[in-house]
């Protein structure tokens, strides 16, 4: 065999050298289509209450840190009124619907969005911060799918409990966070309405503006009144909510702590509550992986939504073997990561939600710097105003890093190493939380095992942070309770009694 | 009456002597003295005493949901076929010591009729829940055609340790109804006895201790409810709590407000029979009694459900 | 001697969608539209040729647009053997190389002998740059050493002219055997790794071509050697051309981004690439009625 030569370069030097600096120009999404009012009431019995300065809060576009709009925030006389209409839609006319009818009055939510996906995802990207990249091809074509699913379930309950007959809750109180706001509200509302329940929705202070629009589609569908009401403000609207005596079921997505806190409000009380919570996901990545795209499955497992994400991959559990050559990658990969503007469409990473959660990441970070841990950033300038964080590796933790132990929502990446099979499972199980977990190898045995010793509701195999209403979704242990899409997802919604002669 | 049937039970022992039978905890495969050294006298109707009973406490409940915990593993990874096989045998130990439970129950009040219906509504409970084992999956699980190139699944899987906590009665159907769905779904747990008729679940430690099942799998306690139920809701190791619809209020509402310290999931089914209900109509309440825990959702409740995605590419 | 390393096609697909998200637009665009016709190797390899189509190719290299000033020559023309030497005197003066086909092109199915002796007939005709197929029948019964001798000689018989190795990644089977082939190319020597003769369907796309980048950039860390890539066949569009671009500033950095490291082979691209330009100058969607064919 012909022994390798490392052939002469120096001619390509010689050559007439071309001075190239190719970055990428600005590339704004017009937003001249996305028209917002400048202040809102509440969505109530299917028109909007008028907007009361007297209770009213600020909306803050994150990326400039400037007023966006103004919302209602609502009283415990609001959230009353709120629920009797939707106890009066599920006792009249909702509740005498047959699935059908549900199901088209759904099917019809599912297109008007899709018609209107453009609109809706840059009024998400300016009210949350999220690059309109990801609330263009992700959030809104998502929450369209996640109204077309479950519109079809509408008309097909009998096939979906096998021996058994649903029927719906009643009226659902129903508390979605900041990080994926309409996504989330078609994670509530579609399985609820399929099944024929009511809802009353109170999206996060921070991120209102899509939920509100929202409410413009169902006047336009024609929805019935009182089968969707929002009621916009913080924790003191969503404690009214949850406590209210009249509702039936509490769907809460949001950090664990609330989440312990409304179970506790609930104890002694008939109430059906799914919830989902917080997390702390493993990124297991063995060295016979596909690494390229290992990586680039740890770029869409931590800086997705800028880490604002319950199930991200944010522990990295890497084998020894290939750890320097994977932060190797990552870091050169991190490179190629724009940080800006979330309504440019070659931003990858938006604006973090608000100030107070910035407060958090930022804390976080300097906590896991004074524990010992070396602190590796994406290069490049922020924008001057907003709230920004850049992608940030942290190496040099162990497990009993507050950094690793603790959920910080934010772009930030512990690493850690391992050794064996059994120590990775260990380490990926050595959490209160349980959500999702990947694991990434090229042996197939290897995954099932894995797989099945992994304590989460979710476990991506050579890949990350994928989402389809037909795929269940939800947590083990202190993430929750329940699971939202596929089949799985009614469940939440209905009650069922037998069908009698099973036996 | 009651005094007539103690004496057919002395009679029956009389070839060995009449020794009676001291009743412990059964916890890790094994048959432990309460760490706390109490004890509680069970009586029967008359108020005669029968045996005395460990009034168990928290350090109790923490033994048990250690051996729980620890053994979990184990029980979680036997194939679907092997489970279904320990739990059939369970039955077929039981099915020999029917008259044991007879007597026992016959003792605290039972009518023979009732008695023996109720033994035998537990064999069919144990044999559907072992059929199950093997087919839950597949009614359950499901391949999920996501709009992507991924092939999806998702089925269920252990929820971990859980704490049961049985009704008064119906004894043994009542404890049955709410374990079986729990040993098929994989789970391990920790069993707080009836505490006015513990004898059939001490007894059925004994069908467990001579049946294939590992130890660790199934821990009963026996005990005072007030002091059992907050411990075992309070446990940062269990996953799980699932008692029955009659339950007292005050109970269910320690349940749930302590279960949120780690997001337990609490469940209740309905098993519960009277005493005087059972008695004067066996047949029929305890017909209805297994319709109702002949319930596959019962499964359902008591696992969780794994979604997993793998793409699909040459 | 080469390691097999997985790859996971939809992982790279996905990398692939998002790197097509990136939004191109004014003074970047203008700057890639330059860019890439700096970078074409403008392609006639028909058994039609003749010295009048190689002549008008080469005139068409030299002065893609003379309506606009400034508009910039392609990197090569790129021809079979018998018609180097009319190319190599038509572009005598300027910098534009000449590029040929050989080894038995575009099958590889003869003779090491034959094949060396295709390289040094075009390379004594005058030929800059040689772009030759490996042995994809040999290549995929597992007969490595065979194709890495191969490649090896021929880059002996190159001399100072360059070496272009074509994998033909349509005929591979498999994004790790693409990746496998393209550690041997450039192991075995090879200045340019390419992925299509254009002869076989489907040609250059943008998941073959990221692994190839992928590959480059893993040798370029581990022995320092910038190895060039050429992705030939099937790109029409400067839309594609632009997507290309941005794929090789993400993976291997904006020093890879000139005509030494790399091409699109093409033909029909210039003429879009030009169309574009003038859009961007004047705002007005073009007709090839006013851009010659070549």
Redesign the interface.
């Known amino acids: 065999m012909s022994q390798m030569k490392l052939h002469d370069q120096s001619d390509r030097s010689t050559q007439k050298s071309i001075p190239i600096d190719w970055s990428y120009a600005e590339a704004p999404e017009n937003t001249s289509h996305a028209t917002f009012l400048k202040s809102y009431g509440l969505f109530i019995n299917g028109s909007f209450t008028n907007y009361d300065e007297s209770q009213s809060f600020n909306s803050i576009n994150p990326a400039n840190g400037e007023v966006l709009y103004r919302c209602t925030e609502a009283s415990e006389i609001d959230v009353d009124i709120a629920v009797k209409a939707a106890r009066a839609s599920f006792e009249g006319e909702w509740g005498n619907f047959s699935g059908t009818q549900r199901s088209h009055y759904l099917y019809r939510i599912a297109r008007m969005l899709q018609e209107r996906a453009r609109e809706f995802a840059v009024l998400e990207s300016m009210d949350g911060g999220k690059p309109i990249r990801e609330s263009r091809d992700i959030d809104i074509p998502l929450a369209a799918?996640y109204f077309f699913y479950y519109a079809g379930w509408a008309d097909k309950l009998p096939y979906a409990f096998?021996?058994?007959s649903s029927k719906p809750l009643g009226v659902c109180a129903q508390i979605i966070p900041w990080n994926f706001p309409l996504l989330m509200l078609a994670w509530k509302i579609a399985p609820a309405l399929a099944c024929g329940n009511t809802v009353v929705l109170k999206p996060a202070e921070t991120t209102s503006l899509t939920a509100l629009k929202f409410c413009e589609l169902l006047q336009d569908i024609g929805l019935p009144n009182g089968v969707v009401n929002i009621v916009t403000g913080a924790g003191k609207t969503g404690e009214y909510l949850v406590q209210h005596p009249d509702i039936d079921k509490i769907a809460f997505t949001g950090s664990?702590g609330v989440?312990?806190?409304i179970?506790?409000s609930?104890?002694?009380r008939q109430i059906s509550a799914t919830?989902e919570?917080g997390g702390k996901g493993a990124f297991i990545l063995f060295d016979d992986a596909a690494l390229n795209e290992a990586v680039e499955g740890i770029i869409n497992a931590i800086f997705f939504n800028q880490g604002h994400v319950c199930c991200a991959g944010s522990r990295l559990l890497v084998q020894e073997g290939v750890a320097e050559k994977v932060i190797d990658l990552l870091k050169n990969r991190m490179q190629h990561l724009i940080i800006g503007d979330p309504l440019d469409k070659n931003t990858d990473i938006g604006a973090v939600n608000s100030k107070t959660q910035l407060e958090t990441i930022q804390r976080y970070v300097a906590t896991g710097i004074k524990e010992g841990a070396s602190c590796y950033e994406c290069s490049g300038s922020l924008p001057n105003s907003g709230y920004y964080f850049p992608p940030t590796l942290l190496t040099g933790v162990s497990q009993s890093s507050t950094v690793v132990q603790e959920e910080i929502f934010g772009p930030i990446l512990t690493i850690q190493t391992f050794r064996t099979t059994d120590e990775a499972i260990e380490k990926a199980n050595n959490t209160?939380y349980g959500l999702a977990n990947g694991i990434w190898t090229d042996k197939g045995s290897k995954?099932f095992y894995v797989?099945?010793k992994l304590?989460?509701?979710?476990?991506?195999?050579?890949?990350y942070n994928?989402f389809?209403p037909?795929?269940?979704?939800?947590g083990?242990?202190?993430?929750?309770?329940g699971?939202e899409g596929?089949?799985?997802g009614l469940h939440a919604y209905v009650k069922?009694v037998?069908n009698g002669g099973?036996? | 009456m009651a005094e007539e049937q103690n004496k057919d039970l002395t009679s029956q022992s009389k070839s060995i002597n009449s020794i009676p039978k001291t009743y412990k905890n059964y916890i890790n495969g094994e048959f432990p003295r309460t760490e706390s050294g109490r004890y509680y006298s069970v009586k029967a109707q008359s108020g005669k005493h029968i045996a005395n009973l460990s009034l168990s406490t928290k350090k109790d409940i923490r033994n048990a949901v250690q051996a729980a915990s620890k053994a979990h593993a184990f029980w979680a990874n036997k194939t679907a076929y092997n489970r279904g096989q320990i739990i059939y045998r369970i039955a077929e130990i039981l099915f020999g010591r029917r008259e044991q439970f007879t007597n026992e129950m016959v003792l605290l009040g039972y009518s023979r009729e009732a008695a023996e219906e109720e033994i035998h509504a537990c064999i069919e409970l144990i044999i559907?829940f072992a059929g199950w084992a093997d087919k839950i999956g597949q009614?359950f699980g499901?391949v999920?055609?996501?709009?992507?190139?991924?092939f999806?699944f998702?089925r269920q899987?252990p929820?971990?340790v859980v704490g049961i906590i049985c009704p008064e009665t119906p004894s043994l159907l009542g404890m049955l109804g709410l374990l079986m769905p729990n040993m098929v779904a994989g789970n391990s747990q920790v069993i707080v006895a009836s505490k006015q008729y513990p004898l059939s679940a001490c007894t059925f430690a004994e069908v467990l201790a001579t049946s294939d099942v590992p130890a660790g799998i199934v821990n009963i306690i026996t005990g005072s409810k007030s002091d059992l139920i907050p411990s075992i809701s309070k446990h940062m190791d269990v996953?799980l709590l699932v008692g029955d619809t009659s339950l007292d209020?005050d109970f269910?509402?320690t349940?749930?407000?302590e279960?949120?310290?780690?997001?337990k999931?609490v469940c209740y089914w309905e098993s519960f029979i009277s005493l005087d209900e059972l008695n004067s109509r066996p047949d029929e309440t305890i017909a209805t009694c297994l319709?109702s825990l002949?319930?596959?959702?019962h499964i359902l409740y008591v696992q969780?459900?794994?979604?997993?995605?793998?793409?699909?590419?040459? | 001697m080469i390691d097999r390393i997985p790859i996971?096609?939809?992982?790279i697909?996905e990398r692939v969608s998002r790197i097509c998200t990136r939004s191109i637009k004014k003074e970047s665009k203008l700057q890639a539209l330059d860019l890439a016709l700096r970078m074409i190797d403008l392609t006639t390899l028909e058994g039609s040729d003749s010295d009048g189509k190689v002549r008008q190719l080469c005139n068409k290299a030299l002065r893609p647009y003379t309506k606009l000033p400034n508009i910039p020559s392609v990197a090569a023309v790129c021809v079979y053997p018998n018609r180097v030497a009319l190319a190599k005197k038509i572009l005598e003066d300027s910098s534009i190389s000449v590029a040929s086909v050989a080894t038995a092109f575009p099958s590889g199915m003869s003779s090491l002998q034959i094949k060396l002796d295709d390289v040094h007939y075009a390379v004594s005709e005058g030929a800059d740059e040689i772009d030759m197929v490996i042995s994809r029948g040999a290549f995929l019964s597992g007969e490595y050493a065979r194709v890495y001798d191969e490649i090896a000689h021929i880059k002996e018989a190159c001399g100072s002219a360059h070496l272009k190795v074509i994998l033909e990644t349509g005929e591979l089977?498999?994004?790790e055997n693409i990746r496998m082939a393209s550690d041997l190319a450039m192991k075995a020597g090879a200045d340019f790794i390419k992925t299509s003769t254009g002869k076989i369907s489907p040609a250059a796309i943008m998941p073959v071509v990221l692994v190839m980048l992928q590959a480059i950039r893993d040798n370029y860390n581990s022995t320092g050697v910038k190895v060039g890539m050429k992705p030939a066949g099937g790109i029409r569009s400067s839309k594609q051309a632009i997507q290309y671009l941005v794929m090789v500033k993400e993976t291997l950095g904006i020093e890879w981004l000139h005509p030494s490291l790399f091409r699109f082979g093409a033909s029909s691209l210039a003429n879009d690439v030009l169309m574009q330009w003038v859009k961007e100058k004047t705002g007005r969607y073009q007709s090839l009625n006013y851009f010659s064919n070549d």
């Open positions: 799918a096998p021996g058994k664990t989440g312990k806190l179970q506790q609930i104890a002694k919830f919570l209160p995954i797989g099945s304590k989460s509701g979710v476990v991506w195999s050579n890949t994928k389809d037909t795929s269940p979704f939800g083990y242990k202190e993430s929750g309770k699971r596929g089949i799985s069922l037998n099973m036996n | 559907y009614v499901s999920n055609p996501v709009a992507s190139k991924h999806n998702s899987e929820m971990g996953n209020t269910q509402f349940c749930e407000l279960s949120a310290s780690n997001m999931r319709d002949k319930d596959p959702y969780e459900v794994k979604t997993t995605w793998h793409p699909v590419s040459e | 996971d096609a939809v992982g697909q089977g498999s994004l």
